[in-house]
């Protein structure tokens, strides 16, 4: 990563490894005593700042697929895609589950269009990354504060872009750790339906990641502590991300069918939901 200089002294460097600790801290519910484990987290956090920062550098240089193929390289075993890649023209809504850590770059990597828009949740370490943060759709945290992001989507979607939604809004269960991972979807909200109204002649796209979070992980004494599945698997990813070693995962992203947008579009990307994470818990 030489050729990117990464300096010390640069206060967005520092902010990002102060809040990449503090989130690592989160996983493992030890931010109450974050100041004292402090100096646990941040040579984990550095080095996991540096290989995104880098990411940020290649995405400016190289644009953000190319540059999402080096970093699943650095955080994944392998990916495989199933399908047909999404189409190159046109306004395209490609709608996704959200089981997280790499799933996005998943994605990224096959969508060959500098248009590609997220619509991504506010995070303080995306503000850091000039290269990355042109993509993005911020939703913020107050809901009142989010019908610009509405009009934003429609208006990039309207220009003949594509847009990258995840219509659950918070992480959602791994389909290959999962057998019931479908039942998420009933929770998606009806983002599809109101862009499909504001936009004409709208393709969607659905598409379905799984195995983002390694088994190998989860059975680490520090995940199974935890009660619920819903935190071991954050502590998991967590790890993988903290660990070179548990970057084992082998990801599939599933492409559906694109189809033209009905008045109630939602229905139909469900049902082709239901059909590529079946396929991913069967496996």
């Given at each position: 990563?030489?050729?990117?200089p990464l300096?010390e002294?640069d206060p ?5 490894v102060?809040q990449?600790?503090l989130d690592m ?9 974050h100041?004292?484990l ?11 700042t540096?290989?995104?920062f880098?990411?940020d550098?290649?995405?400016?240089r190289?644009?953000?697929a190319?540059?999402?193929v080096w970093?699943?390289?650095?955080f994944?075993n ?10 190159q ?26 248009d590609?828009?997220?619509?991504a949740?506010e ?6 990354l000039?290269?990355i943060?042109?993509?993005l ?10 019908l ?5 989507a429609?208006?990039?979607l309207?220009?003949g872009?594509?847009l990258?939604?995840y219509?659950?809004g ?11 991972a479908?039942?998420s ?7 599809v339906?109101?862009?499909a109204?504001?936009?004409p002649?709208?393709t ?32 998991a990813?967590t ?6 070693r ?12 694109p189809f033209r947008?009905t008045?109630?579009p939602?229905?139909q ?14 496996v």
């Amino acid at each position: 990563m030489a050729d990117y200089p990464l300096r010390e002294a640069d206060p967005r460097f520092r902010a990002a490894v102060m809040q990449n600790a503090l989130d690592m801290s989160k996983a493992f519910q030890m931010d109450p005593l974050h100041n004292l484990l402090r100096r646990v987290f941040e040579g984990p956090a550095r080095r996991v700042t540096e290989t995104v920062f880098h990411y940020d550098h290649l995405v400016g240089r190289d644009g953000l697929a190319s540059s999402s193929v080096w970093l699943l390289e650095q955080f994944t075993n392998s990916v495989r895609v199933v399908g047909s890649p999404p189409p190159q023209s046109g306004p395209l809504l490609i709608v996704s589950n959200h089981p997280g850590m790499v799933d996005a770059m998943a994605v990224f990597a096959q969508v060959q269009r500098p248009d590609l828009r997220i619509i991504a949740a506010e995070r303080p370490v995306l503000r850091l990354l000039p290269n990355i943060l042109p993509y993005l759709i911020i939703v913020p945290d107050d809901p009142q504060r989010r019908l610009p992001v509405v009009r934003t989507a429609a208006a990039h979607l309207k220009n003949g872009g594509v847009l990258l939604n995840y219509p659950g809004g918070h992480i959602e269960p791994d389909p290959a750790l999962h057998r019931d991972a479908a039942a998420s979807l009933a929770h998606w909200s009806d983002s599809v339906d109101i862009l499909a109204r504001l936009v004409p002649y709208l393709t969607i796209l659905p598409v379905a990641v799984s195995g983002v979070i390694s088994p190998r992980a989860l059975r680490h004494p520090l995940a199974r502590v935890y009660r619920t599945a819903k935190q071991r698997e954050w502590v998991a990813a967590t790890l993988q991300v903290m660990l070179p070693r548990y970057r084992d995962t082998d990801v599939v992203v599933r492409f559906g069918q694109p189809f033209r947008a009905t008045h109630h579009p939602t229905a139909q990307a469900v049902d082709q939901m239901h059909t590529l994470i079946g396929q991913a818990a069967q496996v």
